[in-house]
């Protein structure tokens, strides 16, 4: 009779043991991803378990039309592969596993499932790794950041005896990408270097720079002022005020006037020819005289006080 007891006693423990053993003879059969069915899946989710266990429940048939379930398979079978290459005293601790709808709707049903794909995370039941909490329901994984495998690797590395050794990919086309950039910069660069060494187009950006800021750049951009006014106009009214478009106005106002002088200075008293020279000395002060009236109207327009008119 004690011998009779003491079989019966032992009896749970072989069952478990060969439940154990069957679930890491599948994780080596499927790569280290277990394909479940209705009575895998209670095997592996047993109250009697001393393992863990990841689980991912998806319709991957083409009948079923899930999307999600194609894009985050892939991922899956990537970490549990991974997983799988961790020595055996870790890797058969933690099992991966995979349950298809059409190969078990009952659980399903069961689990109150009416999408796809979920995870799972099953704690240990039972031994030194059950939860203090002594909570013992399944967690769900939150997709909040995506299929990638990275944020599914580091979620599950929470629940697994030791982090999961994921490492992303090399992303090869993007280093091409980069690489061919830099080559076309180079190569860009080594075309245009002589403008740029070239001393006469630093003299034309630190000319137009001048010219923009004393035009009212800066102060517009301190006091955020809009382009234009709200009718239409581009002039503010009063001198405290200025809209951006006026800052092009005026800088191509004070460019005009630089230049007409600058004609008159350095090209006009070079020329070979008498009417040549005459006709530019001509030209060159009327626009000089026709410009300035143009920004003496503009002063008054900016205030209707201003004094001061030529021609306009």
Same mark, same amino acid.
């Given at each position: 009779?004690?011998?009779?007891?003491?079989?019966?006693?032992?009896?749970?423990?072989?069952?478990?043991?060969?439940?154990?053993?069957?679930?890491?003879?599948?994780?080596?059969?499927?790569?280290?991803?277990?394909?479940?069915?209705?009575?895998?899946?209670?095997?592996?989710?047993?109250?009697?378990?001393?393992?863990?266990?990841?689980?991912?429940?998806?319709?991957?048939?083409?009948?079923?039309?899930?999307?999600?379930?194609?894009?985050?398979?892939?991922?899956?079978?990537?970490?549990?592969?991974?997983?799988?290459?961790?020595?055996?005293?870790?890797?058969?601790?933690?099992?991966?596993?995979?349950?298809?709808?059409?190969?078990?709707?009952?659980?399903?049903?069961?689990?109150?499932?009416?999408?796809?794909?979920?995870?799972?995370?099953?704690?240990?039941?039972?031994?030194?790794?059950?939860?203090?909490?002594?909570?013992?329901?399944?967690?769900?994984?939150?997709?909040?950041?995506?299929?990638?495998?990275?944020?599914?690797?580091?979620?599950?590395?929470?629940?697994?005896?030791?982090?999961?050794?994921?490492?992303?990919?090399?992303?090869?086309?993007?280093?091409?990408?980069?690489?061919?950039?830099?080559?076309?910069?180079?190569?860009? *660069?080594? %075309? @245009?270097? $002589?403008?740029?060494?070239?001393?006469?187009?630093?003299? !034309?950006?630190?000319? =137009?720079?001048?010219? &923009?800021?004393?035009?009212?750049?800066?102060?517009?951009?301190?006091?955020?002022?809009?382009?234009?006014?709200?009718?239409?106009?581009?002039?503010?009214?009063?001198?405290?005020?200025?809209?951006?478009?006026?800052?092009?106005?005026?800088?191509?106002?004070?460019?005009?006037?630089?230049?007409?002088?600058?004609? *008159?200075? %350095? @090209?006009? $008293?070079?020329?070979?020819?008498?009417?040549?020279?005459? !006709?530019?000395?001509? =030209?060159?002060?009327? &626009?000089?005289?026709?410009?300035?009236?143009?920004?003496?109207?503009?002063?008054?327009?900016?205030?209707?006080?201003?004094?001061?008119?030529?021609?306009?």
């Amino acid at each position: 009779m004690r011998l009779l007891v003491s079989l019966l006693a032992l009896l749970p423990l072989c069952l478990a043991n060969s439940e154990y053993q069957q679930l890491k003879n599948l994780a080596a059969a499927g790569n280290g991803l277990i394909k479940l069915d209705a009575t895998s899946f209670d095997i592996l989710t047993s109250p009697k378990r001393t393992w863990s266990a990841s689980i991912q429940l998806t319709a991957l048939d083409k009948r079923r039309k899930c999307n999600p379930c194609q894009q985050f398979d892939p991922s899956w079978n990537t970490v549990a592969k991974v997983w799988s290459k961790v020595s055996a005293e870790h890797r058969d601790n933690h099992f991966f596993a995979s349950l298809d709808f059409d190969d078990g709707p009952t659980v399903f049903q069961k689990l109150g499932l009416a999408s796809a794909p979920v995870v799972f995370v099953y704690p240990p039941a039972e031994g030194p790794r059950k939860p203090a909490n002594g909570k013992l329901s399944p967690s769900k994984y939150d997709f909040s950041n995506g299929f990638e495998p990275g944020p599914l690797a580091e979620h599950l590395s929470k629940h697994t005896p030791i982090p999961i050794p994921y490492q992303e990919p090399i992303d090869w086309a993007r280093w091409a990408t980069f690489a061919i950039g830099i080559l076309g910069f180079a190569i860009t *660069l080594r %075309m @245009i270097s $002589p403008v740029f060494l070239n001393r006469w187009s630093w003299a !034309l950006g630190t000319v =137009l720079v001048s010219l &923009v800021m004393t035009s009212g750049y800066m102060f517009t951009q301190i006091r955020s002022s809009p382009y234009s006014g709200a009718d239409g106009n581009w002039i503010a009214a009063g001198y405290q005020n200025q809209f951006g478009q006026e800052v092009h106005v005026v800088a191509f106002i004070y460019g005009l006037l630089a230049l007409s002088f600058l004609m *008159l200075i %350095m @090209i006009v $008293p070079y020329q070979s020819s008498p009417q040549r020279q005459r !006709l530019q000395v001509y =030209l060159w002060t009327g &626009v000089i005289m026709i410009i300035y009236s143009v920004l003496l109207s503009l002063f008054r327009v900016k205030n209707r006080g201003y004094p001061f008119k030529l021609f306009l």
